[in-house]
Structures are given as structure tokens and as C-alpha cells.
């Protein structure tokens, strides 16, 4: 079964109307229908309800759009778990270890790194993220990456010919 490592910042277009939320409602809605197994980090759900926060606290979401973003992701969390499409990768100290060398060797963030060597470690088949020079490095590294505003019609079509 297909399985695709979602980066925060795909997550939360899930829940937060933007550039990239088409692509990513098919990619919940095909794990809801048992098609492929979404997986994320425990690091991606602390940094996804963060930057829900941070939208929040600069007032480009009201109070009320927020505890629906938060309260829908939350529900989801749980019922994606419940039918056995969602996976969430613990963080390890290995893993953090590894990641170390990623970021000195790519010149990148610490989060940035942690997606890469958790998507590995989670042996998803790509990783989607809005983050352009985390999809640019991952696929440096070899992973088969997309970018979900640039590459949506790509990575569409990657997952209905899977």
C-alpha cells in the first residue's frame, strides 16, 4: 500500500484553506478509504497545532476558526488511527542523531531534517511538503519527493497510478 510522509506544513493545509489544501484533501481522503497510510511524526503534531497558534496570534484566524482547525485535525488524528491509515513516527535520539549530520552536511533546519530521516525510517514511498528546499534536498538525498503547490498535478497522478 502506498504510504506518504506528510511534513507539517501539509498537514496543516488540511485544516487551513490554502495553496496545496486540494492535493492534501485527496491524500486524507484516500487514507480514510483504506487506499494508502498516511505518516508524520510526533515532532509534525507539536509543529502543526504550533503554527495553527501562531495563525491565531497574528489574527489570520479568528478564535473560533481556530478551535475548528485544531478540533478537526484532533478528530482526525484519532479516527485515522482508529482505521489503521495513519502512522506516527516516535523521535528517537537516533533519530535526532542522524538528523545532525543532515543538518551540517545540507545546511538546513533541524525540523527539515527530522521530516527527511523520518520519512526514511517510516520507508514511505514520498514525502509532500509545501517547503520547497525540504522537497529540493530530499530528493537530492534520493527520496522521492513532492513539492504540493508546484508539483500537485504530478504528485496526483503518482497516487492514483500507484
Known amino acids: 500500500m502506498l504510504r506518504l510522509y506528510l511534513d507539517s506544513s ?3 493545509k488540511r485544516y487551513v484553506t490554502e495553496l496545496g489544501t486540494p492535493i492534501t484533501d485527496l491524500v486524507f481522503e484516500r487514507a480514510e478509504r483504506g487506499e494508502l497510510v498516511v505518516t508524520f511524526s510526533l515532532w509534525n ?3 502543526a497545532f504550533g503554527v495553527l497558534d501562531e495563525r491565531r496570534r497574528r489574527r489570520w484566524l479568528s478564535e473560533d476558526e481556530f478551535r475548528e ?4 485535525f484532533s478528530n482526525e ?3 485515522l488511527m482508529r482505521l489503521r491509515v495513519l502512522e506516527i513516527i516516535p523521535i528517537f535520539a537516533s533519530i535526532l542523531i542522524e538528523a545532525w549530520g543532515l543538518i551540517l552536511d545540507h ?3 533541524e525540523a527539515d531534517a527530522l521530516q527527511i530521516i523520518t520519512c526514511t525510517y517510516s520507508q514511505s514511498d514520498a514525502l509532500l ?3 520547497e528546499n525540504l522537497v529540493k534536498t530530499s530528493k537530492k538525498l534520493g527520496l522521492k519527493a513532492f513539492d504540493i503547490v ?7 497522478k503518482f497516487i492514483k497510478t500507484y
Open 10 to 12: 501539509t498537514i496543516v
Open 45 to 47: 503534531i507539536g509543529e
Open 69 to 72: 482547525a485544531k478540533n478537526m
Open 77 to 79: 488524528l484519532f479516527k
Open 107 to 109: 545546511h538546513i533546519y
Open 129 to 131: 511538503s509545501g517547503d
Open 150 to 156: 508546484k508539483e500537485e498535478q504530478k504528485l496526483t
